[in-house]
């Protein structure tokens, strides 16, 4: 039980264009849920905390208005890439939390061309 | 310093050889979490813990609170042990991450 997917796992744009990762609770509602950034060789750095039905709250120093995080429902929870730019690129992971700890999504990898 | 400190940051053992990877905080915490990621990046929780110790097959995962340390061992390594483990502990509201120990278990 506690599966999060998310989609996609690998995504190549182009400069300038817009990217939206989806994590999706498969079979428990995360009221809460939590997008990373990971760079190569370093851990994983929160970027933002996101909670059902109201807006986002990001870490110091990320960009609200480049990394926007929607979480309508229960069980999904978007974050798109605005106007991305190669030093976007990045290894994307989210996570949300239930009874049990966390759980997190496969990860997305993202390449801006 | 960091608010949480891993050793190793590297490990290369032989396989079937008995693995410790350490972990030490600074801070308060409501739960301690042993991560491990793949190459491929996806991460599985190994272990959530608040106290005592927790054990699931050849893993077992310690926790001293007073001492704000905790411990990771593997028995009886594997190659397929081979993955970068984290250390991640809960102050409530999130997550604070280790550095990682990357472990290669060679045959």
């Known amino acids: 039980g506690a599966v999060v997917s998310q989609h996609p796992s690998r995504v190549i744009c182009k400069s300038g264009t817009s990217v939206k990762i989806e994590c999706r609770s498969l079979d428990f509602q995360a009221t809460t849920m939590f997008w990373y950034r990971q760079f190569p060789k370093q851990s994983l750095m929160l970027m933002a905390t996101?909670?059902?039905?109201?807006?986002?709250?990001?870490e110091q120093g990320v960009e609200k208005d480049k990394f926007l995080i929607n979480h309508a429902s229960l069980t999904l929870s978007t974050l798109t890439v605005t106007s991305a730019h190669p030093e976007d690129s990045s290894f994307y992971i989210c996570?949300?939390?239930?009874?049990?700890?966390?759980?997190f999504g496969s990860g997305t990898r993202l390449t801006v061309v | 310093k960091n608010e949480v400190e891993q050793s190793p940051q590297n490990l290369t053992a032989q396989e079937g050889e008995f693995i410790t990877i350490n972990c030490s905080y600074s801070v308060g915490i409501s739960a301690l979490h042993w991560l491990q990621q793949h190459p491929g990046g996806g991460i599985v929780s190994l272990f959530m813990?608040?106290?005592g110790k927790k054990k699931h097959g050849r893993l077992i995962a310690t926790i001293n609170i007073q001492e704000k340390h905790s411990s990771l061992h593997i028995t009886a390594s594997h190659p397929r042990d081979s993955a970068v483990y984290i250390c991640a502990v809960d102050g409530g509201n999130k997550l604070v991450f280790g550095a990682g120990t990357i472990l290669r278990v060679k045959s």
């Open positions: 813990l608040s106290s």
């Open positions: 996570s949300a939390t239930h009874n049990y700890g966390y759980t």
């Open positions: 996101s909670n059902e039905g109201s807006k986002a709250t990001y």
